[in-house]
């Protein structure tokens, strides 16, 4: 089984800064992406950033040049510096890892249970 375990969720105010952490734990074997997701109220989970194990990074467009995302891949964590935070950013944020428990296994989505951040006007 893997393991997604996030940390750094909170309440903090607007143009503040936060930073969630995700550590992957378990029979994981290799991991081919690291990244977060997030769901606000009304909305649907959509992408925040993702990074591959090559170092490929994708962001949501709503928070370039405010987010960054970086990944130990020696650990198997993946972070997330959220600057500037917005009340719009108010979401579940949700951990999720690419990977196979086995040098040939399948690939598959994993998923933490989420961390709530909070952002006030």
């Known amino acids: 089984q893997v393991q997604l375990v996030e940390s750094g969720g909170g309440l903090v105010q607007a143009g503040g800064s936060l930073r969630l952490s995700c550590a992957a734990s378990?029979?994981?074997?290799?991991?081919?992406?690291m990244g977060w997701y997030r769901q606000a109220p009304g909305k649907q989970r959509e992408l925040v950033a993702t990074?591959?194990?090559?170092?490929?990074?994708n962001y949501a467009e709503s928070v370039k040049g405010r987010f960054t995302v970086s990944r130990d891949n020696a650990k198997n964590t993946v972070s997330l510096e959220m600057n500037s935070l917005k009340p719009e950013d108010t979401a579940v944020y949700y951990c999720?890892?690419?990977?196979?428990?086995?040098?040939?296994?399948?690939?598959?989505?994993?998923w933490g249970q989420g961390t709530q951040v909070t952002v006030s006007s």
């Open positions: 999720n890892i690419i990977g196979s428990t086995s040098r040939y296994g399948t690939q598959y989505n994993y």
């Open positions: 990074i591959t194990r090559s170092g490929i990074i």
């Open positions: 378990g029979s994981i074997f290799s991991i081919n992406a």
